[in-house]
Every structure is written in structure tokens, then in C-alpha cells.
């Protein structure tokens, strides 16, 4: 296992040990689309140095992960016929309870489709959950609207997000990577904290931000990115974190 894996998943352990230390009973939930791939052969699927060979994402995420303990599953009608049951098992099978499955409509043609596929997504989450998405199966606009209610689930407080996998399925023997999309939710973040300090000049945002890159750029042992580089803004570019440090604007 690389350093990045090793670094996630003591991550994940101590925050959860902690959690569980602290008297809170802490979930992690897998939220997932059902497909037209889960019929095709087995692949290894692989992310940070670890790999799983399964014919389903969800399955590869679970065992890779570690930590899910229940799973929510999205389908169409014709979906939910060709997949579930397999998947279901699958996912049974490496110590995940038994999943829920939720029918969506089939095409999202319209809008009040794609409010009522968002509302689903929403109300599948229970408050103070840690959520794992896998939009791997997202059909059509189902990908971008899975993305978005992530982002508005963590923006809200209602639920963490720990994970937004999306899997590179191949079927030439060549690995199937799990690509983290995770870090992309942070651009709107970015945006709503930037937006909130030229309007009133509430770098809160920012300074909270800028600690939080700082801090998993440490832990996975990266370093920040050098000034007049993309990436974070100049007044604390190249920072290394250091637990009790804080960033501020400078003048």
C-alpha cells in the first residue's frame, strides 16, 4: 500500500475512533447508482496503491475503503431488474448491511424529474452521516446532479462528505482506476468564501479553508503548492501545517 493510502485510511480510523470516543455513533454511507456495467466481466479496480478485483464499483469501494457499514442504492426500473440483486449480494458480502434500494425515474428528461432524482438523493441522508458517493453509473445528468447534491449536503452541515468516487471501468486487463473526486467539491467552497469577501471582507472562509488544504497537505505528506503557482492564493503558499497553527490574510 503507498504512502497517500496508507495516509486516508489512518485518517478515516482516527477520525472515527474518535468520534466513537467521544459517545457519537458514527455511520459511513455509500450512496450509488445502479448501471449497465455491473454485466460486464470482472476488473481490478485500484486506488492509492491498493487494488480489488470485482465486477462492481460498489463493491471495489467497500473493500477498498474498509469502513462503510451501509450502503443506499439509485436505480431505474430496468436497472434495478438487470443489477440489484447481484449488487445487493456483493455488497452484503463484504460486511455491508443489507442496502436500500430507491426506484428514480428512468430518462430525468425534465426538471421536476431531476428535483424529484435531487429531493431522493437528499432525504436517503440521515444528519451527521459520513458519505461516500460513487457516481460511477451517473446516466446522462444523473452524474452532475449526484456531484451537486454532494456539495450541498456538506455546504449545508448536513452530512460529511468523506468520498466522490467515480470508477474508470476497462475490460482489456488493464486496471480499472477509482478516480477521488473529493477535492473538487472545495472549488465551490472556495467560491462561496471568496464571493463572501469581496462583498463584506469576511476572510473567515478563506482562513479556514487555506488551514484545512494546509492540513491534508501535511498529513499525506504534499507539499503546498510555491507561490505564483495554482493553487492556493499567495499569502500562504508553501505553507507546511503544523497542528495549532492558524493561516492569516496578511495586509
Not at 475503503?65 to 445487493?88: H, I, K, N
Request: charged share 20%; with cysteine; glycine share 10%.
Amino acid at each position: 500500500m503507498s504512502r497517500a493510502a496508507r495516509c486516508v485510511q489512518q485518517k478515516e480510523l482516527v477520525y472515527r475512533n474518535n468520534q466513537r470516543q467521544g459517545g457519537q455513533s458514527l455511520t459511513m454511507k455509500l450512496i450509488s447508482f445502479l448501471g449497465g456495467q455491473e454485466d460486464g466481466g470482472a476488473t481490478s479496480y485500484t486506488c492509492g496503491g491498493s487494488a480489488c478485483e470485482t465486477r462492481f464499483v460498489q463493491e471495489a469501494i467497500c473493500r477498498l475503503l474498509g469502513t462503510v457499514d451501509r450502503a443506499v442504492l439509485f436505480a431505474t426500473e430496468g436497472a434495478r431488474r438487470t443489477a440489484w440483486e447481484p449488487v445487493s449480494a456483493a455488497l452484503s458480502g463484504c460486511g455491508v448491511t443489507p442496502p436500500e434500494l430507491v426506484i428514480i425515474p428512468p430518462n430525468g428528461e425534465t426538471e421536476e424529474e431531476l428535483w424529484t432524482i435531487f429531493r431522493a438523493l437528499e432525504t436517503s441522508i440521515d444528519v451527521g452521516e459520513e458519505i461516500v458517493f460513487d457516481i460511477t453509473h451517473g446516466f446522462r445528468s444523473l452524474l452532475l446532479v449526484g456531484f451537486l447534491s454532494a456539495a450541498f449536503l456538506q455546504t449545508t452541515g448536513k452530512a460529511e462528505i468523506s468520498h466522490v468516487f467515480y470508477g474508470q471501468y476497462r475490460d482489456d486487463g488493464q486496471p480499472s482506476h477509482l478516480l477521488d473526486l473529493t477535492p473538487f467539491l472545495s472549488i465551490l467552497d472556495w467560491t462561496t468564501s471568496v464571493h463572501a469577501f469581496l462583498r463584506s471582507m469576511d476572510a473567515a472562509g478563506i482562513n479556514r479553508l487555506a488551514n484545512r488544504t494546509a492540513k491534508e497537505a501535511y498529513l499525506s505528506g504534499r507539499r503546498m503548492p510555491r507561490k505564483n503557482s495554482p493553487g492556493l492564493p499567495g499569502p500562504w503558499t508553501g505553507l507546511r501545517w503544523r497542528p495549532g497553527w492558524h493561516v492569516r490574510l496578511m495586509p
